[in-house]
């Protein structure tokens, strides 16, 4: 595989641009959390002078760009993460090109069309390229769109599978074929049957750096049927739009009542019964906790993590009393 298509995005950006100029998306945080040791990938982040008190997703997507020699990398800069800023001049200074790129806190249609403009001409591909990239790409959310829907309604999708279906359509594994044999045989592993009585969960907040979780969860007798953050990264929901309004519609780097609309209408139709919010020790985002718990009216359990790695027997103890109490 050539290195040199290889661009890396560190969350999700309008990656129709990147397979229209023939490039490949790697999503950073992928890699790194996917590495067979992912915590290597933050230590080497520490030993290049990032700090202890530095959320260990930035360190390790740092140390996937070093470990894969990435060259390129385009960095959400507004409306994600309050360190997208320092990350971006550090990698510059090692040699990297950066590409910066705005969600606008405006929403505004116009100020969205500038930055995907001004994307599309750092890659050099036309506006109109990228909508016929994103017609391929929507016939694979389609798929995703099945299994997210089956999970809405059911309890025939794991917890797992719902989780690695969606936060697979965020770079399509910078092979968009990959992904579709991925989501086939994730969608022909659905069950029609009804498994039994199980806790409907959602899980909202950044994507959790621990990866039992929803095993934990499976085996409580829970199941995770709405993954707030990774269905947003699909845009699933921006089938119907063009590709401006997909990347307006996404809840994610804006502001938090979208997402709390958003977030209280799928709880009602999933028919959920707790809310795990996840959140990042070292990130801004845990502010959001107070505003979930004021605008969401059923039981919410925070769990806090940190460096990559199973569970804690704090954490663990916690979430065996909240499904308890569900039960
Ligand atoms: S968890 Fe928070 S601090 Fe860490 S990369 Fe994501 S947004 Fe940034």
New binding site residues.
């Given amino acids: 595989m050539d290195n040199a298509l290889n661009i890396g995005i560190t969350t999700t950006v309008p990656v129709e641009l990147i397979f229209a100029a023939g490039r490949r998306a790697v999503d950073l945080n992928n890699i790194f959390i996917g590495d067979e040791n992912p915590a290597a990938l933050v230590e080497l982040a520490e030993r290049a002078g990032f700090p202890q008190s530095t959320?260990?997703?930035?360190k390790g997507?740092y140390g996937a760009i070093r470990q894969h020699g990435i060259r390129e990398v385009i960095g959400v800069v507004e409306g994600?993460?309050?360190?997208?800023g320092a990350l971006l001049e550090i990698l510059q200074s090692e040699g990297v090109r950066v590409i910066p790129f705005a969600f606008p806190h405006s929403r505004a249609t116009k100020d969205l069309r500038r930055e995907i403009d001004r994307l599309a001409d750092s890659l050099g591909v036309t506006y109109e390229a990228a909508e016929a990239e994103k017609k391929k790409l929507d016939e694979l959310r389609l798929l995703g769109r099945k299994i997210d829907e089956a999970a809405a309604t059911g309890d025939g999708v794991e917890s797992n599978l719902l989780f690695d279906s969606l936060l697979a359509m965020s770079d399509f594994f910078g092979e968009p074929e990959k992904c579709r044999e991925l989501l086939q045989a994730n969608l022909s592993k659905i069950t029609k049957e009804n498994v039994g009585a199980k806790i409907r969960l959602g899980c909202v907040g950044?994507p959790p750096i621990l990866p039992d979780l929803w095993d934990l969860c499976e085996n409580l007798g829970a199941r995770v049927a709405y993954q707030e953050i990774p269905r947003q990264f699909s845009r699933i929901d921006g089938i119907e739009l063009d590709l401006t309004e997909s990347y307006r519609e996404y809840t994610y780097p804006y502001d938090i009542f979208r997402r709390l609309e958003e977030i209280v209408k799928m709880v009602e139709t999933r028919r959920l019964n707790g809310i795990i919010h996840y959140v990042?020790s070292?990130?801004?985002?845990q502010l959001h906790d107070r505003l979930l718990r004021e605008r969401l009216r059923l039981p919410i359990l925070t769990v806090e993590g940190d460096r990559p790695g199973n569970i804690d027997g704090r954490t663990l103890t916690r979430i065996e009393a909240f499904v308890e109490q569900l039960g």
């Fill in positions: 959320c260990a997703w930035i997507i994600d993460c309050a360190e997208t950044v990042q070292f990130c801004h985002r």
